[in-house]
């Protein structure tokens, strides 16, 4: 990471040179005021006791955007421990799914804890680095893990970068992710919107390393580390994709792009494409990208 230039008022111009925190509490601060812009992590609870059995406390506990409990555990520089901490804690959530969904229910509402996505538990790792004997060990777990590195800048600016991102699911082949690609309780009824659906699946997919694909009734969610599209089933004409692009950025095309801002739909982003054929496919490759990069 670069140093962050900052401008006064005067014109002048500092570099503010990227450092570790003085303690773990400081990154863990920063975070947890600011999770859900940093995470995409509604933020529950910090420094949660796991009982006077198991004798533990989680760093922060808090629910993605598709309902998935999160663990986030924080070490100040390279910690080989952290991963194993963190699968530990989340061992000790899974067991005690009740438990978890009273707290969300207290902070969040019964809506919510009545929908936990306890299919895809995630842990997230945010440390000053991690060892590649780090980034090995989380492609053998069955668990959704993220390494994130971070680095402060000045006095309250924080700057997270994903080293590693893992699903604990083996790749599927090509032809097994176009069959996954329609939802299962959707009607067949267009062919060509089958098609496009699992292009579209196809795509985003092989936009990066460590993407998640996260299934929800009413739409599948893409993500690294936060969700940067959101897939709808196919409508009788038209598939619809939310993206993570500031409707504002790009230029809207009547019938293609529309501002969804403030508006209620299924999964997140401000942005929605409706695809009709494999050329709208085309048209969209770029906000793809644009969404993915912003995430």
Known sequence: ???????????????????????????????????????????????????????????????DENGAPVLVEYKRGTDAGVINQGLF???????????????VRDRIGATTASQVLWSAPRLICVAGDFTRYDIHAVREHRRSIDLVR????????????????????????????RRAAGVPSMRRQDGALTELAAAVDEALLGLGDGITRIQRKQYRAYQRLRNFACVCPPQQTKLLVYLKVDPKSVDLIPCFTRDVTGLGHHGTGDLELQLRTERDLERAQDLFRLSYAAA
């Open 1 to 63: 990471m670069s140093g962050l230039k900052l401008f006064n008022t005067q014109g002048g111009v500092t570099e503010v040179v990227p450092r570790l925190a003085e303690v773990e509490a400081d990154v863990q601060g920063l975070i947890e005021a600011h999770m859900e812009t940093t995470l995409g992590v509604r933020f529950l609870a910090s420094e949660y006791s796991t009982g006077p059995v198991h004798g533990g406390r989680i760093d922060s506990l808090g629910i």
């Open 89 to 103: 804690y989340l061992s000790w959530l899974m067991d005690h799914r009740a438990e978890f969904g009273h707290l």
């Open 150 to 177: 971070y680095r402060l800048f000045g006095d309250d600016h924080i700057g997270l970068e994903t080293v590693a991102s893992y699903t604990g699911q083996k790749a599927a082949p090509a032809a097994a992710r």
